[in-house]
């Protein structure tokens, strides 16, 4: 007998507007399908214009007269980020649910982005931290808005060594998990502030579990190394019903808390099956170094020094 696969039901999203980064593919585009199905307005903010026009052609396949459109977003570019944000604020539409999702998952090698910042601190964190840092105003102005940051498993795994943020002593699952506990650092400093200081938005994490993306790929294979052995790993224990899920279940943590009234602001969330692998969305577990908050104020003051991005002013811990 099939299992059957979770599903959640998305409130009725006509007239709200959402942005979507890495919005192409993977998760992204997932995201990008169901907020569209639910009458969401979506902006895909990635890096490739045809790869984005692609996306665009297979959603509207599916949900015809979905409303979208592509703007251009390079996570490992300040510069990109910069431009973004000007251009939603010239073009001055409230902002009801952004979602930090684009990334970049273990490269075999260290990289650094445009700015010079370890290529996946750069991306995953401080890209999202500063674009999201351009849009506040835009997500004040819905007022009720909500920011959904990625992170994953893997941040059970992460250190900040504030001594070596940019991964100059580099291992690939080091510098990923560091990546992504700082996303979920982020995530919760993000609604502390915003409770604090009545910025009105509701911060929330969420991670995917053990989802099949061209995640595992394109990290491993970044500057053409080779992913034989990554690639006979995944294709071997796919088939192992509980390990592993699909893109439509694994969107269903972030899918919760970009829409769900009872996602809770601060709020963690995964799936709800063994380890947190697949399932439909549930609370998640949070890594005990995510609970520092002294941590996760320092790792904010740094950001913002290296992004040049800054929020209004600091609300104390």
């Known amino acids: 007998m099939a299992r059957e696969l979770a599903d959640i039901v998305v409130p009725d999203l006509t007239g709200k507007l959402a942005v979507v980064t890495g919005a192409n593919s ?84 260290r990289d650094v982005t445009e700015d010079g910042f370890e290529l996946q601190f750069g991306s995953n964190h401080l890209g999202h931290f500063a674009l999201t840092a351009h849009l506040l105003p835009l997500l004040q102005a819905a007022g009720d808005a909500r920011v959904v940051s990625l992170s994953s498993l893997i941040a059970r795994t992460g250190r900040l ?8 002593n580099y291992r690939p699952t080091r510098a990923y998990g560091l990546s992504k506990l700082a996303t979920l650092m982020f995530a919760r400093e993000l ?51 509980w390990l592993w ?20 602001g601060g709020g963690y969330y995964g799936p709800d099956g063994f380890g947190e692998l697949t399932g439909g969305p549930s609370p998640a577990r949070l890594p005990v ?15 913002e020094q290296l992004t040049t991005a800054a929020f209004p002013s600091a609300v104390p811990a």
């Open 26 to 109: 993977g998760l992204g585009f997932g995201l990008t399908g169901r907020l569209a199905k639910a009458g969401a307005e979506v902006i895909l903010a990635i890096r490739n214009q045809a790869k984005g026009e692609a996306a665009i052609e297979r959603i509207l396949a599916q949900v015809p007269g979905a409303k979208l459109s592509i703007r251009h977003l390079d996570l490992a570019s300040l510069k990109t980020v910069t431009a973004l944000g000007e251009q939603l604020a010239a073009e001055g539409r409230p902002i009801d649910i952004l979602i930090n999702n684009a990334g970049i998952m273990m490269t075999p090698k």
């Open 161 to 168: 060594d504030f001594d070596d943020l940019q991964g100059k």
């Open 191 to 241: 609604n502390r502030r915003s409770v604090a200081a009545g910025w009105g938005i509701r911060s929330v994490a969420a991670h995917p579990g053990a989802t099949v993306t061209n995640l595992q790929i394109t990290g491993p294979t970044h500057g053409g190394a080779s992913a034989k052995a990554m690639l006979t790993i995944t294709e071997a224990t796919q088939r192992i019903g």
């Open 245 to 264: 899920q699909q893109i439509p279940q694994g969107i269903l943590p972030a899918l919760f808390a970009a829409t769900s009234p009872q996602a809770a």
């Open 289 to 303: 170094r995510a609970l520092n908050d002294a941590d996760a104020e320092r790792l904010w003051r740094v950001s």
